[in-house]
């Protein structure tokens, strides 16, 4: 879920019209001292990370003077939170609190509605609050087709035992506050605490909006980096990653560090993770870890992913030096036809000539045949890659995995330098939906099998001349007709005479090896 | 409608020229089910794998009669519009393939369900099958292998991973198992056709002699199950696995979240309510099948008729 901080979420809400305490981000001590002197009052300072729990950790502070202001910025920026550094302090007038509330919105799963959540009691420990007086929490289920109406917003509030002017600008803000979630496609929203200040006037004292993720791309205004939940920044694999997943609609990739550089990461048996599916990797997940592995990394492509996004998750993966390992594995038996995954992986294994040992479950719809192809094209790289199917259960092909590192002496991945393929000039090349086919036909006369055609996914190959052209149009071939399943390309390599070259560009992964090499 | 399909079930497929909907209207069509007619906007005219395409539902139903159940193979960010549509013409099921559908358009989709009386299950499904009748969406991906992976008998599944739905399903068949109904409820937050919900339909229905559930940490559905077994409104034998015991508990960042849900949605919790009630929970998916022998024994109608 893509979190947005309280800076941006005040902003939506100051757009839309509810009152939030007058206030600029810092990013120096110099700009927390400006900001103060601006407001020309005390000020609080907040530091903007996604954790719970601020004030007890110092991250909120109050400043009488722009002095005293820019000495407590200087102080808190750089602090480290959990694996956040502080690069940004909210600089905000200090409020007078005559009374804090509660407001919140989430999504109702049992309802399937949005659900608004208010209590008449805010602030710090509100959960505890709230979990010892469930009478104190009033609940309201927003009918999505009209929205949170006035009077319901009135009446919750009235409910909740408030009464006068304080029930009407509570109710008004509650309103606003359905209305901000809803035209930003927040699934969570939360003001706590809502507060009466000593000017008469109800104010959102902090905010937290929550967008969803598979609505983000509505959403290009709020500058979401990353539709997934983090608790902490990307890393940078992670970034290049997401790239890819977002350029293709095929499939699902999700790929994250769980620990950013193995090799600092410390003792242990650290192997790449490639799961397919969340449960079946979950599964997965649970049997390399009871065998005492650690993981550098959770990664899942599923959902029917072309061959070419295997290929990027694998080089992705294999981008992390100091694995020993290369673990992949599902539900055992998936829908989707395995061969696509197969071939990406052999692909990126050849490329890479893997040099540390690989166990690959794939079990599920033409198994057989994604684990022939594993074994017939990855014979004569350097690792040893096992290819499992339905009846093998994670816990053998993790004892497998244990199995082969003991054997393997030791070999630990080193990420090489990027050596993209490259198609040779005069080659007859198109474009595929995310990269390029090319196919040097000067080899082609001493092709006795012209297999490629035979081989094609999707059959879009035809013989003209006795080479290789395309039978569409190749618009056809860029939108998308081309699968990308890999499969002329690795039938001519390891068949013929190596002439087809399909290159997939992954934006940014060359200057990371180069980094990180 | 419920979710007990057969091979007279009057289904279209919404999405049938795409690149997922070409693969699984042949899936469907071989399997037995009774697809009536496909619709891709523009694509009025063509057809696919015999299966005549229309431009609307609308369209689909006035040239082939009633439609009961639509399977949407349609670009996120189109699906909405296109349940409304299917809903709008009349459909009772709708089977929601595709995932990252935003979550407005889910709660939208499904007030527009409960005012036409319609069911849906999804987003994010691999859909349903009624081992030897139909198939709605792509469960088994493949017809042949369909037939060999699941066999009809007395055991409904419900699983909120796809993968496991049919992994779930083959163990059992492996065990000389066969199955009711095999639904995967789809793996979002907020979906059409929850637990619950399912339960209660595999309470009335007379195939069905006991339950296999995967359920996973994150939502309240496996509690409310919980809930629905107390209540005395689901009374046959079930057998859970939870997923998500190895996955860390990071820190809750919403306060509104804890406050509806307590603890509910947690790994312990889940296991917790579940064994309450009486429900088998097992440590691995492997040991599903000889929980269920165990739970129907002096039962003759278990094994699977081949």
């Known amino acids: ?80 939170v959990r694996s956040y550094v502080v690069d940004r302090v909210l600089v905000e007038r200090k409020l007078e609190i005559t009374a804090e ?85 927040a699934r969570s929203a939360e003001v706590n605490p809502l507060v009466l200040a000593a000017d008469g006037h109800v104010y959102a004292a902090d905010c937290h909006l929550v967008v969803d993720d598979y609505a983000v791309y509505r959403h290009p205004e709020l500058g979401i980096e990353i539709a997934r939940e983090f608790d902490r920044p990307p890393t940078e694999l992670e970034r290049i990653a997401y790239k890819v997943e977002q350029k293709d609609y095929r499939g699902t990739f999700y790929f994250f560090q769980m620990a950013d550089r193995v090799a600092e990461a410390g003792e242990g048996l650290f192997i790449g993770f490639h799961g397919a599916g969340g449960g079946g990797s979950m599964m997965s997940m649970d049997a390399v870890l009871n065998k005492g592995f650690k993981l550098a990394n959770y990664c899942d492509t599923s959902g029917n992913p072309p061959a070419s996004k295997v290929y990027r998750a694998a080089k992705v993966i294999l981008s992390q030096p100091g694995i020993r390992g290369y673990f992949a594995s599902g539900s055992g038996v998936a829908s989707q036809e395995q061969y696509h995954s197969a071939r990406g992986m052999v692909k990126a294994f050849a490329e890479e000539r893997l040099e540390i040992p690989a166990v690959i479950r794939l079990g599920g719809n033409f198994e057989e045949e994604a684990v022939r192809i594993l074994r017939a094209y990855l014979k004569d790289i350097p690792a040893k890659v096992e290819g499992y199917g339905r009846d093998d259960s994670p816990e053998f092909c993790a004892e497998r995995m244990a199995r082969l590192i003991a054997e393997s002496g030791g070999a630990v991945h080193a990420v090489r330098p990027m050596s993209e393929p490259c198609i040779p000039a005069g080659a007859y090349a198109f474009e595929t939906l995310t990269g390029r086919l090319g196919i040097d036909h000067s080899r082609c006369a001493s092709c006795a099998t012209k297999g490629c055609v035979e081989a094609c996914g999707p059959k879009i190959l035809k013989l003209e001349g006795g080479r290789p052209v395309l039978a569409i149009g190749t618009e056809e071939a860029r939108k998308g007709k081309c699968t990308e399943c890999l499969a002329c390309e690795i039938f001519c390599r390891f068949h013929e005479q190596d002439a087809v070259t399909i290159v997939l560009p992954i934006p940014g992964l060359k200057e990371y090896r180069e980094k990180a090499g | ?63 082939h009669g ?29 089977v929601i393939v595709p995932d990252r559908v935003p979550i407005y358009d889910v709660l939208e989709i499904a007030r527009a369900a409960e005012e036409a009386g319609a069911r849906f299950v999804g987003p994010n499904t691999l859909g349903l099958l009624r081992p030897g009748k139909a198939v709605l969406g792509m469960i088994g991906g493949r017809a042949q292998r369909a037939r060999e992976w699941f066999t009809p008998g007395p055991v409904g599944v419900s699983s909120r991973s ?127 099948p000889g929980q269920i022998l165990e739970a129907l024994k002096g039962d003759g109608s278990i094994f699977s008729k081949k």
């Open chain 1, 1 to 80: 879920m893509a979190r947005l901080y309280e800076f941006q979420s005040k902003r939506l809400l100051r757009e839309g019209g509810v009152r939030v305490p007058e206030g600029e981000i810092a990013a120096t001590p110099a700009e927390a001292r400006a900001a103060a002197e601006r407001i020309g009052a005390p000020v609080v300072l907040k530091i903007q990370v996604w954790v719970t729990g601020r004030a007890g950790l110092g991250g909120i502070q109050f400043a009488a003077t722009p002095a005293e202001a820019e000495d407590k910025a200087a102080r808190m920026l750089g602090m480290k």
């Open chain 1, 101 to 185: 509330y509660f407001a919140g919105l989430v999504m109702d799963d049992a309802r399937k509605c949005p659900l608004l959540v208010f209590s008449p009691t805010g602030g710090t420990g509100v959960e505890e609050i709230a979990s010892r007086h469930p009478d104190k929490v009033f609940r309201f289920p927003v009918d999505i087709r009209t929205g949170l109406r006035e009077f319901e917003a009135r009446n919750l509030v009235r409910r909740a035992g408030l009464s006068g002017g304080v029930q009407i600008q509570l109710a008004d803000v509650l309103t606003k506050l359905y209305e901000v979630a809803r035209r930003n496609d």
């Open chain 2, 1 to 63: 409608m419920s979710i007990f399909v057969d091979e007279k079930t009057r289904v279209i497929i919404q999405g049938i020229t795409g690149r997922e909907g070409v693969v699984r209207a042949q899936l469907m069509k071989d399997y037995g089910t009774n697809v009536v007619a496909g619709v891709t906007p523009g694509r009025g005219g063509q057809d696919v794998y015999g299966i005549p395409v229309y431009d609307s539902v609308e369209e689909a139903r006035d040239k």
């Open chain 2, 66 to 94: 009633p439609v009961e159940a639509s399977v949407i193979f349609i670009p996120a960010a189109a699906v909405k519009n296109a349940a409304l549509e299917a809903l709008a013409a009349g459909a009772k099921l709708l």
């Open chain 2, 162 to 288: 796809g993968g496991m739905t049919s992994a779930i399903s083959y163990y059992l068949t492996k065990a000389g198992i066969g199955q009711s109904t095999i639904v995967h409820v789809g793996g979002d937050a907020v979906v059409g056709s929850s637990h619950p919900e399912v339960m209660e339909l595999f309470e009335k229905d007379p195939q069905t002699r006991a339950v296999a559930m995967f359920g996973e940490i994150g939502t309240t559905q496996e509690e409310r199950v919980a809930d629905l077994i107390e209540a005395g409104r689901f009374t046959k034998p079930l057998v859970a696995y939870v997923g998500g015991k190895a996955a860390k508990s990071g820190t809750r960042f919403s306060h509104a979240g804890a406050i509806v849900e307590g603890t509910r949605g947690s790994y312990d919790s889940k296991v917790k309510r579940l064994r309450e009630v009486g429900v088998h929970v097992v440590a691995a998916v492997a040991d599903i």
